[in-house]
C-alpha cells in the first residue's frame, strides 16, 4: 500500500486538508501481510489529518488509472506550472536546508518553514517577501533531528525519510478553503488523472477535549464540489498552506508500490549493488529482510540524498548542533555499506554524481562543486575507519576493567554508539564473545537523555536564548497596538576626517515600547530594572550577517545624562531592540539621544572591511575556497572557509601580503542598496545563502563606485571586492591600518578557519610579538654561555629550560602573525633541542665516571654489599645503563644505585650470581629500601627496581641500607 499526503502540518492555518482513500485490498505490498484497519481519531494535538491517498500495490503496480508522467521531473513541473499559469501563483525557490536566521531549526523540515514570519504576521515589511499573496514552490526538507526525526525508521519502510521534497501552493490573505479545495482537486483529477471513484475525502471531526468543533465549512466545501460523505486562533489574514510530498506523489503516478522503486532512487540502487557486488535489491522488509541486505540499500540511498544536498547548502559534520546530525547520519550509512554490503572503501562518494544527476536542474546548488561533497564524505569515512579501530581497542580494555558481574554500563554502551559509532547490535555481539552483558536499561536511559540535547539543538548546544527576545505575541501585539518598526538606516550615518578620525553623531529618538523580563510589553521601568527598548529610530546595529552588536547609552536629551546603558542590540521582524539595564526611570513616549559606543564600532568597522578583503584574496589564492561563515567582533574577525588542507606557510604569507597591499592603496569603500537582479548581475559578486532572499539588497564594494548615472554600475567582483553585504564598514581602506592573521586551524571536516586582527589590536599584538622576539636573543645568549661552559650544572640547565618553556608558553597566549610566531617558536626549540643534546652529552660523560668509580670500589669483587648515592636527576633508565655495565666488568659484588629526581627517589638494585648463591637477593634488599623511601619495587633475586618518596638526607639512608 502507498499513500499520499497532501495538505497543512501546521495549527495556525485555516486548514483544507482532507484524507483520500482508494477503496482497495490491504496488502504490505512487500511482505503480503495484512494492514490493520486505518484510524480515524485525529492524528495529534492541534493538528487536522494530512490528505492521504491509498492505493493498491496491485492497482500500481498493472497501472491501471494513472496519467502516464515518465519522470518526477515531469511531475514536479507539472505541479508549478498548474499554479504559476492557471492561477497566477509566483514561483519562489526553495530555501536553504539549513535555516542560518532561525536559530529555533536544525534543518528546515517543512515547506512553510521560510514563510514562518508571514504566516506569524512578523515579516518585515520592508523585505519582499511581505508582499507574496499567491506563492508555489518544491522545497527541500530534512527531517534528522530536533522534534521532527525521522532518521531511526529510515529503511525499516517504504516511505520514511531523512530529505524529501515538499511540494506546496502557498496563499498569503488572499484566497481560501474554497479556492484551494477546488485547486487541489483539479490537480489531481484532471491534471495527473487520479480515478475519482477511487477516492473519498475526509475532514476533521474536532476534538472535545481541545474545545475545537469539526470543520463543517470544509465538509460543506467538498460536498459542494460533488464528493460524497488546525485551526486555533485566527490570525490577522487567512492563510492557506497545501502541501504535497513528492516521493509518494511520483511513485503514485509512476505506479510503484515503493518510493524506492521510482527513478528518484532506482539509478542510486544499482550504482550501489555495481559499487558493492551485493545481491541486487528486491524490496523486501522487516522479517522478511533477514540479512538486512535491501534495508542497508534503502538507507543509504535516502542518506546519501541528504546528505549531499545538505552539504551543498553549506553544511559540515562536526560536534555541534546540525553538524552533529550530520555525523551520525554519515555514520549511519557507513555502517550499513560496510556491515551489510561489504562495501569497499568510498560508496558514499561514488553515489554523489547519481544525486547531483538527479536533483541538480531543481536544485542548481548542488551542481556547483560536487567535488566539495565528495571530498567531505571521504575525509568522514577515513575519520570514522580510526575510530572504529580506536572503539574496539576502548571496549576491550573497558571489558577488564568490569567486576566479576561483568556487565557494561548502560552509557558506556550509550558511548560506543553515540561516541564510536558501534550500533548496539554490534557491541552486543563483541560483549557476548567476551561472555560480558549490556544495561540496557541504562543504554536506554541515556540514549533517550541525548535525544532530549540534541532535539534542542545538538551536543555542545547548552546557550538560552535571550531573556529579552521578542516572542511572536509580542510583535503581533506591537502591530496591532500601530507600534511602527524601527527605522535603522542612521547605523549608515557616520563620516571621517582626512586624517580618519570618525565622527558618529547622536541621533535622537522616541520610545515606542518597552519589552519586560517577564510582562511582555509595559509601558515603563524603573531604575536598575533589565528591559529591552524599542525606538522609533535608531542608530545601533543589530547583530546579524555575523557582526556583533553595539553597545552604548541612552542619554537625556540636551544633557549628557544616561537613563539606559545598552549591552546588546537585536533585531525581530523589524523592530530593533536595545537590551541593557536602566539608570533612570523610563516610560513609552520619552525622548532620548542615543550614544553608541564609538570606538566598539570603529574596531567592528575595520574588522568587517578586513573580512571582505581577506575574502577577495583568499579567492585570488585558492580560487575554489567559499565562505563558510564569518565572526566580526571588536577584538578580532574569524573566517571559515571549505578547504581541503591548511594553508601553507607560503599560502599564508601571500595572503597576509595581498591584504595589506589592499588596505595600504587607499581604496574607498562604496555601500549602495541595489535591487536584486541588478546585483546579481555583477560579475564575481560574492553572497552568503542566507543573504539571497532580500530585496533590495545591500552591496559593499571595496575600490569600485556603485555609483553611475542611474545605470547598472561596470563593477566587477573578480578584480576587486563586491559582496552583499548590510553591514557597517569603514569609509577608506586605509583606515584599517594594517592586518595580521594570527591563526588557522580546523573548524570542521573541510572547514578551515582563520582569526586575524586589525587597527591598534594589530599593533599591539606586534609589539608584544617584537618583545618577545628581543626575548628570544635574550635567552639565544645565555644558552650560548652556558654551552661553553662546558658544564653541567643541574641549577642552570634547569634555570635556562624553565625560561624557555615559560617563553614558549608566551607566545602561544599572544595571538600575533602566524608566521611570526612560527618563525619564534623554531627559535625557542632549536635552543631546547641544544640544551637536551648538551644535557644528554654531559649525562654520558656522568655514567661513564660513575661506572669507573663503582668498578674500582674496593668491595666491586669481594662478594660485598655496595649502596651508591650518585648524583641527582639521573632517570631510572641511567640507573639499569649504570648497573649493566657493572655486571660486564665482572661484578661480583651486590650493588645499590641511588638518584633523585624531583620528589621522587629511583634505585636499581642488582645482585651477583654469586651473592644469590651465597642467599642475598636483590628483591629482598629492594623490599627493605622501599619500604624505607616509602615506595615500591619489582623484580626477582638478581635484579629489581624501586621508587619512593624520601624527604630526608638520602646520606643517612645509604647508611642504613648498607
Not at 454 to 468: D, H, R, Y
Request: aromatic share 8%; net charge neutral.
Amino acid at each position: 500500500m502507498t499513500s499520499l499526503m497532501y495538505g497543512s502540518s501546521r495549527a495556525y492555518f485555516t486548514n483544507v486538508r482532507k484524507i483520500l482513500y482508494v477503496k482497495s485490498g490491504r496488502r504490505c505490498m512487500d511482505c503480503n501481510n495484512r494492514y490493520g484497519k486505518l484510524s480515524k481519531a485525529p492524528r495529534k494535538k492541534f493538528l487536522l489529518p494530512p490528505l492521504q491517498l491509498f492505493v493498491s500495490s496491485a492497482a500500481a503496480a498493472e497501472h491501471r488509472f494513472f496519467g502516464t508522467f515518465a519522470s518526477t521531473q515531469d511531475i514536479r513541473n507539472t505541479f508549478i506550472e498548474y499554479f504559476t499559469s492557471n492561477h497566477n501563483h509566483t514561483f519562489v525557490p526553495s530555501s536553504s536546508v539549513l535555516p542560518m536566521e532561525d536559530s529555533s531549526l536544525l534543518f528546515t523540515n517543512a515547506g512553510m518553514n521560510q514563510f514562518k514570519d508571514i504566516i506569524q504576521g512578523t515579516s518585515d515589511p520592508r523585505l519582499p517577501q511581505s508582499g507574496y499573496k499567491r506563492v508555489v514552490n518544491s522545497q527541500k526538507c530534512i527531517r534528522a533531528g530536533g522534534k521532527h526525526n525521522d532518521l531511526e525508521d529510515v529503511g525499516q519502510d517504504t516511505y520514511h525519510h531523512t530529505f524529501f521534497e515538499m511540494l506546496g501552493n502557498w496563499s498569503f490573505g488572499d484566497y481560501f478553503k474554497h479556492e484551494a479545495c477546488s485547486m487541489a482537486w483539479d490537480l489531481l483529477i484532471n491534471v495527473y488523472k487520479l480515478p475519482a471513484e477511487k477516492l473519498y475525502v475526509t475532514y476533521f471531526k474536532g476534538d472535545d477535549n481541545l474545545g475545537l468543533p469539526p470543520d463543517q465549512e470544509s465538509r460543506d466545501i467538498w460536498l459542494s464540489l460533488g464528493e460524497p460523505s488546525g485551526l486555533l486562533r485566527n490570525l490577522p489574514l487567512k492563510h492557506v498552506d497545501t502541501g504535497l510530498g513528492l516521493e509518494r506523489l511520483v511513485a503514485i503516478l509512476q505506479g510503484k508500490k515503493s518510493n524506492y522503486d521510482t527513478d528518484l532512487f532506482q539509478p542510486l540502487m544499482q550504482a550501489i549493488q555495481h559499487y558493492t557486488g551485493a545481491r541486487a535489491y528486491s524490496g523486501l522488509m522487516g522479517s522478511c529482510d533477514i540479512d538486512l541486505v535491501d534495508t542497508s540499500y534503502r538507507v543509504i540511498a535516502d542518506h546519501i540524498r541528504m546528505l549531499s544536498v545538505a552539504i551543498a547548502d553549506g553544511g559540515q559534520p562536526d560536534y555541534y548542533k546540525r553538524g552533529y546530525i550530520l555525523k551520525r547520519v554519515i555514520r549511519r550509512a557507513l555502517r550499513f555499506a560496510v556491515e551489510k554490503l561489504d562495501s569497499p572503501p568510498g560508496l558514499l562518494s561514488h553515489l554523489v554524481p547519481v544525486v547531483v544527476d538527479s536533483l541538480g536542474m531543481t536544485y542548481p546548488e548542488l551542481q556547483r562543486d560536487p567535488n566539495k561533497i565528495c571530498y567531505v564524505l571521504d575525509q568522514e569515512e577515513k575519520q570514522f575507519s580510526k575510530t572504529l579501530k580506536k572503539g574496539q581497542k576502548f571496549l576491550l580494555k573497558t571489558f577488564e576493567k568490569l567486576g566479576p558481574e561483568k556487565v557494561l554500563p548502560g552509557d558506556l554502551a550509550w558511548k560506543m554508539y553515540d561516541g564510536f559509532g558501534f550500533p548496539i547490535d554490534l557491541t552486543s555481539m563483541i560483549a557476548d564473545e567476551h561472555g560480558v552483558k549490556i544495561d540496557m536499561v541504562g543504554f536506554e536511559r541515556t540514549r533517550k537523555r541525548t535525544h532530549k540535547i540534541t532535539s534542542q539543538g545538538g551536543i555542545k548546544n547548552t546557550e538560552q536564548t535571550s531573556l529579552f527576545a521578542l516572542k511572536h505575541e509580542d510583535i503581533v501585539f506591537l502591530q496591532k497596538s500601530g507600534v511602527t518598526t524601527t527605522k535603522d538606516d542612521h547605523k549608515y550615518n557616520y563620516s571621517t576626517s582626512s586624517s580618519g578620525k570618525y565622527d558618529f553623531p547622536h541621533l535622537s529618538a522616541k520610545i515606542l515600547a518597552i519589552k519586560s523580563k517577564n510582562d511582555g510589553i509595559i509601558q515603563s521601568v524603573s531604575r536598575g530594572e533589565q528591559c529591552g527598548i524599542i525606538l522609533d529610530r535608531t542608530n545601533y546595529y543589530a547583530e546579524q550577517g555575523g557582526q556583533e552588536w553595539d553597545e552604548g547609552w541612552l542619554l537625556k536629551v540636551d544633557e549628557k545624562q544616561a537613563l539606559f546603558s545598552v549591552t546588546h542590540t537585536q533585531s525581530y521582524g523589524g523592530y530593533v531592540l536595545h537590551v541593557g539595564e536602566a539608570e533612570n526611570s523610563l516610560k513609552v513616549g520619552m525622548e532620548v539621544k542615543l550614544n553608541i559606543d564609538q570606538d566598539r564600532r570603529l574596531a567592528i568597522m575595520k574588522n568587517h572591511t578586513a573580512t571582505h578583503i581577506l575574502n577577495f584574496a583568499l579567492r585570488e589564492i585558492i580560487p575554489e575556497a567559499e565562505q563558510r561563515g564569518s565572526l566580526v567582533a571588536p577584538d578580532k574577525l574569524r573566517f571559515d572557509f571549505n578547504a581541503k588542507g591548511p594553508l601553507s606557510r607560503d599560502e599564508v604569507a601571500q595572503l597576509t601580503s595581498m591584504c595589506n597591499d589592499i588596505i595600504q592603496s587607499d581604496l574607498e569603500v562604496f555601500q549602495e542598496s541595489l535591487p536584486l537582479s541588478k546585483a546579481q548581475s555583477i560579475p564575481g559578486v560574492r553572497a552568503m545563502f542566507q543573504q539571497a532572499g532580500h530585496d533590495p539588497v545591500y552591496l559593499v564594494s571595496i575600490g569600485q563606485s556603485l555609483q553611475q548615472s542611474g545605470n547598472l554600475p561596470e563593477v566587477d567582483g573578480r578584480i576587486g571586492s563586491v559582496e552583499f553585504c548590510g553591514g557597517t564598514h569603514v569609509i577608506n581602506s586605509r583606515h584599517i591600518g594594517q592586518m595580521v592573521i594570527s591563526s588557522q586551524k580546523l573548524a570542521s571536516g573541510g572547514i578551515r578557519r582563520l582569526t586575524a586582527l586589525t587597527g591598534e589590536a594589530a599593533e599591539v599584538v606586534q609589539r608584544k610579538a617584537d618583545a618577545l622576539s628581543e626575548q628570544v636573543v635574550f635567552n639565544n645568549n645565555q644558552v650560548e654561555d652556558f654551552l661553553q661552559s662546558l658544564t653541567c650544572e643541574d641549577i642552570a640547565m634547569t634555570t635556562l629550560q624553565k625560561a624557555l618553556y615559560n617563553l614558549e608558553s608566551e607566545v602561544d597566549n599572544v595571538p600575533f602573525d602566524i608566521i611570526h610566531k612560527e618563525q619564534v617558536k623554531n627559535k625557542i626549540t632549536a635552543l631546547r633541542e641544544r640544551l637536551k643534546k648538551h644535557e644528554r652529552k654531559m649525562k654520558k660523560v656522568t655514567i661513564f665516571k660513575i661506572i669507573q668509580e663503582v668498578s674500582s670500589h674496593p668491595d666491586f669483587l669481594k662478594h660485598s654489599r655496595i649502596v651508591k648515592l650518585l648524583p641527582d636527576g639521573l632517570e631510572p633508565r641511567d640507573l639499569r645503563s649504570i648497573g649493566t655495565q657493572c655486571q660486564r666488568n665482572k661484578l661480583t659484588s651486590s650493588l645499590l644505585l641511588i638518584s633523585r629526581k624531583g620528589d621522587k627517589v629511583h634505585a636499581h638494585c642488582i645482585s651477583s650470581r654469586e651473592m644469590v648463591d651465597d642467599g642475598f637477593s636483590a628483591i629482598m634488599w629492594a623490599q627493605r629500601a622501599a619500604e624505607l623511601f616509602g615506595g615500591t619495587c619489582s623484580g626477582n633475586e638478581h635484579l629489581a627496581t624501586i621508587t619512593g618518596h624520601y624527604e630526608k638526607n638520602l646520606e643517612d639512608a645509604v647508611k642504613y641500607l648498607s
